[in-house]
């Protein structure tokens, strides 16, 4: 059964940080996407960031550029996003996903041109100020 697990949100003040941790089980990364996106309450869901298993490229969305770093680590299974500098427009549930065969530019999973086959049930986040 493949099953994405996300971990490490919490409450945290402006301008702290945090680390989100997604580990994959029942499928390995290779030639694999894995995307981080996020929902605030009444808003549309967000691809944050994308890292492709292949190649190593990734994606970040304008809004975290600068500020959050994706990385994979493929003997762990499991993709990191280092989430810096937080605001509290980051407030949101954080999903981890992942796409079989991503043929595409990595941008394209996280802006949803293409979809993802798998979810996780998500991780909350909270920046307070």
């Known amino acids: 059964e493949v099953q994405l697990v996300e971990s490490g949100g919490g409450l945290v003040q402006a301008g702290g940080s945090l680390r989100l941790s997604c580990t994959a089980s029942?499928?390995?990364?290779?030639?694999?996407?894995i995307g981080w996106f996020r929902q605030a309450p009444g808003k549309e869901r967000e691809g944050v960031s994308c890292i492709k298993s292949g190649d190593g490229s990734t994606y970040y969305s304008d809004s975290v550029k600068g500020r959050f770093t994706i990385s994979s680590d493929n003997t762990e299974n499991t993709v990191y996003l280092q989430m810096n500098s937080l605001k509290s427009e980051d407030t949101a549930v954080y999903y981890c996903a992942a796409v079989q065969r991503a043929l595409y530019y990595v941008g394209t999973y996280c802006y949803g041109r293409h979809g993802m086959d798998y979810w996780g049930k998500g991780t909350q986040v909270i920046v307070f100020s």
């Open positions: 029942g499928f390995t990364f290779d030639g694999y996407a």
